[in-house]
Each structure stands twice: as C-alpha cells, then as structure tokens.
C-alpha cells in the first residue's frame, strides 16, 4: 500500500501562486508514476499532471500547461505541483495519486490522496 497525503491549498486572488505538495509512505517503491488531479463541484476529476519518479518525464494538461510545473524529490518521497498565475477556473479540489507504471491521463491510479481544495477568488 501506498499513502499519500496532499497540502498546500488555500484561498488566493487570481494571478497569485500556490505549491501543493504530496507526500507519500509506506511501500512507494511500489509507485513509478505520480500525478495530479482535480475535481470541480458538478464536474468529472480531471488530469492535471504527471511525473514519473526515476527519471522525472512530465505531462501537463493543455489548460495548465505554461502555468503549472509538476516535481519531485526522491529522497523526500514528496511531490510537488507549483500554480502559477492561477485563474477562477482553477478553483477544485486537488489530488495527489499514484500507479505502478505507465503515464495515463486517466484516473487509472492505484492509490489517491484525500484531497486539498484550491480555491481562486476573481
């Protein structure tokens, strides 16, 4: 099993910044790939980054691309997501999650976090 535990949301301004962190225990040998979701309320969880974390290849989605960056530290098992000029639009709750290989821009992960609502006013 892997545990992963987010922080990092807040309620900011629009063009502010934000980090979100992500940090995972238990048996994260296990995991190679880390990515970042988010829900908005009425709408489907969406993909918002990837990393994997041996050698650090990303994928970002169209709309966070530029603006986004998604990182890691493997000596910390943390991930990070830093959110840079953000936008209403932006406003959901963050999660963290983990699979065992291949990056997909799907949900198809294995292990989730509970969560970190981001909240941007205009």
């Known amino acids: 099993q892997v545990q992963l535990v987010e922080s990092g949301g807040g309620l900011v301004q629009a063009g502010d910044s934000l980090r979100l962190s992500c940090a995972a225990s238990?048996?994260?040998?296990?995991?190679?790939?880390m990515g970042w979701f988010r829900q908005a309320p009425g709408k489907d969880r969406e993909f918002v980054a990837a990393i994997t974390w041996r050698v650090g290849n990303t994928a970002y989605a169209t709309s966070v691309k530029g603006r986004f960056t998604i990182s890691r530290d493997n000596a910390k098992n943390t991930g990070y997501l830093q959110m840079n000029s953000l936008k209403p639009e932006d406003t959901a709750v963050y999660y963290c999650?983990?699979?065992?290989?291949?990056?997909?821009?799907?949900?198809?992960?294995?292990?989730w976090g509970q969560g970190t609502q981001v909240t941007v006013s205009s």
């Open positions: 999650a983990a699979r065992g290989a291949g990056m997909i821009t799907t949900p198809d992960y294995n292990y």
């Open positions: 238990g048996r994260t040998f296990s995991s190679s790939v």
